[in-house]
């Protein structure tokens, strides 16, 4: 049998075979029909009356609003046709770590022309290492300037996900924090973006409920509001615990508010001191060593320039990406780098060098992250700080106790003492089989390439488990998370996919690749880090990205898709079904690839004027 195409609707029109009104629609069925007869009758499977590229309607829930909600809002809708976006964020506004974290000296100790979104650039930070309450206030003006508040639902906290198999959909209960009520919304696919750094661990000894003073755990410490309301630290002896990256800005801040600081710090850590002096030369800029660069406005108006601003940038890139293999063990670097540091701790350390002695760790630079730390070491030197190595013992009504038995009398007490970095996610999230993320978490996060986990279909962690760094710039590695999931949209809704999950031997095998890599490192030297959930050696790192930034950004670029499992919707009845119809679709410029095809050659001049 043979199968003549529709007659044109007119002569003179351009579009006739294009179903646009009721005749040609009418017209179209009847050859559908004619169409689908002759297949049968060879054999082949019916073609499925789309177009191409159909793209059907995606429902995306994203849990947060921090840098990855935000980059989210802003990426997905303009990547992802037929998108419909909701982000729940449990809290008053954008921001998420920079919103929940406001101690006194917050700031970023990554240089802050690369802790910002690639496409989104603040020219005029005020300090090499921008202060918390400014890369807090530059989230909302992205969030403004995107127009992506409209996604958003604040003070609403996500405390369940279930997926539903037969409906290809995510069950998502969100409680209303405002009136305490549970709602329901489903999604075809799942951004958890929730931050790594959002459950804080208190200082596990006994007596805070006893301790009279002000108490504060360095996460939900907004340091400005209370003294707004009145706190005066000028006549008050505060004790800090911890020497983490939180309890090293804020020592140097309590230093210069508070009567006497008292810093209580059991462990050894490195101090980098502040690196990229190439980059600030370029500026021009002279700083006093080891303290956080404050750009003049000089400065400030020549990165206005488009050019110089792009050039300083990639100097920025650079100088941090270079740090890669410090954290290599044996690494030449991380032999030369050490013992610059050694020198430079002792010297500055030189007023109480015994502090050098009790701070400055046996094992290599970077194990523990490693932080730049301006104006920590200066602090400690300094007559109002006393640094305290013994371990505590309790908390007293007054103050602290130590387990030599010495008493610190303390009228604020600031615990910087870090976060639950266990991944286990704070409330059920429940896939395939109904595996409860929380069970199957406990003893390690298991994920692949950071980004997609067994049993959960449809679901993307964007900065989560292993996709933290060591060294380098971590954005970007979020960045391309969320291209990653947006291709994944794209691969379903054109191919008529109802789900992808990733195979468990992909994750096994990149858990495998995941330990030789780390093997390799000073990660699993020994040290406790939070890297490692507080684990000492070699524990198994499932925090942090196994190798540069650099290499997360190629590894996830070109996706396998072969290390997916596929359900496809119904009507996708057979593999190549998604070819539709042999059309386009109708909105779509036909003269589309025009531009495409052309980029990919780069153009010089016209091949013939
Ligand atoms: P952290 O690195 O986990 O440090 C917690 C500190 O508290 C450690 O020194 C720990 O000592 C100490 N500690 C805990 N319990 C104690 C106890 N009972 N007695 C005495 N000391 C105790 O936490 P963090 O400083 O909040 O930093 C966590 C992560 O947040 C950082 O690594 C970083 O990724 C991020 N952060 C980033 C920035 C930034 O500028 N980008 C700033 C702050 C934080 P032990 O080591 O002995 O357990």
């Not at 029109?13 to 049968?40: G, V």
């Not at 127009?147 to 279930?162: F, I, N, P, Q, T």
């Not at 602290?400 to 639950?420: N, Q, S, Y």
Request: proline letters at 6%.
């Amino acid at each position: 049998m043979t199968v003549d195409p529709p007659p044109p609707a007119s002569a003179s029109s351009l579009t006739p075979m294009m179903p646009y009104d009721d005749a040609a629609r009418e017209r179209a069925r009847i050859f559908a029909t004619a169409a689908r007869e002759h297949a049968a009758a060879i054999g082949a499977p019916p073609l499925l009356e789309k177009p191409i590229n159909a793209g059907r309607k995606l429902r995306v829930v994203c849990v947060g609003a921090g840098f990855s909600g935000i980059h989210a809002a802003v990426y997905l809708p303009q990547h992802v046709p037929n998108l419909e976006l909701q982000i729940y964020e449990r809290s008053d506004d954008v921001g998420g770590v920079w919103q929940f974290n406001r101690y006194a000296g917050i700031a970023c100790d990554i240089p802050a022309h690369s802790y910002q979104l690639t496409y989104a650039d603040n020219t005029q930070w005020s300090k090499f290492f921008a202060p918390g309450g400014e890369i807090q206030a530059y989230l909302a003006r992205v969030a403004d300037h995107y127009g992506v508040r409209k996604y958003m639902k604040m003070r609403h906290s996500v405390e369940e996900l279930l997926w539903i198999p037969d409906e290809g959909k995510w069950l998502v209960r969100v409680r209303n924090l405002d009136t305490d009520e549970m709602v329901e919304d489903k999604a075809d696919f799942v951004a958890y973006a929730g931050g790594a750094l959002s459950k804080p661990v208190w200082p596990k000894i006994p007596g805070r409920e006893i301790y009279k003073g002000i108490i504060h755990h360095s996460a939900g410490w907004d340091s400005a509001k209370e003294e707004a309301d009145g706190v005066d630290w000028s006549d008050k002896t505060v004790g800090v615990i911890g020497v983490g990256s939180s309890a090293i800005q804020i020592v140097p801040e309590m230093q210069k508010r508070a009567k006497q600081v008292v810093n209580f710090g059991r462990s050894k850590t490195w101090l980098s001191g502040v690196f990229s002096p190439d980059v600030l030369a370029q500026l021009g800029a002279n700083t006093k060593e080891g303290m956080n660069h404050i750009f003049s406005d000089e400065e400030k108006e020549r990165l206005r320039d488009t050019e110089f601003y792009a050039e300083f940038r990639r100097m920025v890139e650079r100088d941090l990406g270079s740090v890669h293999y410090l954290t290599h063990r044996g690494s030449a670097m991380q032999t030369a780098i050490r013992a610059d540091v050694d020198a430079t701790m002792r010297r500055k350390l030189a007023r109480k060098p015994d502090i050098a002695e009790t701070l400055i760790p046996p094992f290599p630079i970077g194990c523990k992250r490693l932080t730049p730390g301006p104006g920590y070491l200066d602090a400690l030197v300094a007559d109002n700080v006393n640094f305290v190595r013994d371990d505590l013992e309790c908390f007293t009504e007054k103050g602290i106790r130590t387990k030599a038995g010495e008493e610190f009398e303390l009228d604020a007490i600031i615990c910087a003492t870090g976060f639950d970095v266990s991944s286990i996610p704070g409330f059920p999230i429940i896939g395939l089989d109904g595996v409860n993320l929380q069970d199957a978490w406990k003893d390690e996060a298991r994920t692949y390439l950071a980004t997609t986990i067994a049993k959960m279909p449809n679901f993307f962690s964007i900065l989560g488990a292993q996709s933290g760094v060591g060294s380098g710039s971590l954005l970007i590695i979020m960045e391309e998370q969320v291209a990653y999931m947006a291709r994944a949209l794209n691969k379903c809704a054109n191919e008529g996919y109802k789900s992808l999950v990733v195979k468990e031997e992909a994750v096994a095998s990149f858990l495998r690749y995941t330990d030789a890599y780390f093997a390799r490192t000073v990660f699993t030297e020994e040290c406790k880090s939070w890297y490692k959930n507080g684990k000492m050696g070699a524990a198994k790192i499932r925090t942090l990205w196994p190798g540069s930034s650099q290499h997360a950004i190629l590894s996830l670029r070109h996706p396998r898709w072969e290390d997916y499992e596929y359900e496809r919707e119904p009507e996708y009845d057979h593999p190549l079904a998604w070819l539709g119809d042999g059309h386009i679709p109708v909105d779509m410029d036909p003269a589309f690839y025009y531009d495409d095809l052309r980029s990919r050659i780069e153009k010089t001049s016209f091949f013939i004027d």
